[in-house]
């Protein structure tokens, strides 16, 4: 059984910084890959930013050069440092992780909020 709680949502002035957290039940290593997600209001959910278990990341273009995805396996927590908020961010946050086997096993947390002012 996979559980990840994210924390660290809230409410941030335009330009200001969060940190959201995922922490997984058990080790991170088994997971093929971990990533956020992001669903805003009347949207999709869309990929944020994703980390493989070799460490590559990959950022969505609105996102690059402002948010780094990094984990610590020690503590098997997934982060997302998000600085320079825009008022387009504001969505709930999900963390992801994935297991590829014969199917590929997703697993998702329940979400945070992200709020950005302007």
């Known amino acids: 059984q996979v559980q990840l709680v994210e924390s660290g949502g809230g409410l941030v002035q335009a330009g200001g910084s969060l940190r959201l957290s995922c922490a997984a039940s058990g080790s991170t290593f088994r997971f093929n890959t971990m990533g956020w997600y992001r669903q805003a209001p009347g949207k999709q959910r869309e990929l944020v930013a994703g980390i493989s278990s070799a460490g590559t990341t990959n950022y969505a273009a609105p996102v690059k050069g402002r948010f780094t995805i990094s984990r610590d396996t020690a503590k098997n927590t997934l982060y997302l440092q998000m600085n320079n908020l825009k008022p387009e961010d504001t969505a709930v946050y999900y963390c992801?992780?994935?297991?590829?086997?014969?199917?590929?096993?997703?697993?998702w947390g329940q979400g945070t909020q992200v709020t950005v002012s302007s």
């Open positions: 992801n992780a994935k297991i590829f086997r014969e199917t590929t096993l997703s697993y």
